[in-house]
């Protein structure tokens, strides 16, 4: 999603409906804006995927926010947090 702002429902209307023929497919989803709590939708925990927090070491904006991460683990998810720092990388084996 990448700075894509996914709070409210007209936001989030927006994203299911341009997303609706694929939804159900989804497996792997980008938390918007390095995990901002602003750009953050709890609509998002629902979804049964797995979840990418790109954020730098040190950022001065504390990215991602506790908010976004505490949602995420109440609701049984593991999200990702993906730095400059090469022992955070993320692979996924996709298998079709």
């Not at 409210?8 to 901002?36: F, M, R």
Request: proline share 3%.
């Amino acid at each position: 999603m990448g700075d894509y702002d996914a709070s409210g429902n007209y936001k989030w209307k927006s994203l299911t409906d341009a997303y609706k023929e694929y939804w159900d497919s989804i497996g792997c989803v980008q938390i918007p804006h390095h995990g901002s709590q602003y750009n953050y939708n709890k609509e998002l925990s629902k979804i049964d995927a797995y979840f990418i927090i790109s954020a730098g070491i040190n950022n001065r904006y504390h990215h991602p926010h506790n908010v976004v991460i505490k949602d995420l683990l109440f609701n049984g998810r593991v999200p990702f947090i993906v730095s400059e720092n090469k022992s955070s990388e993320v692979h996924l084996l996709i298998e079709i």
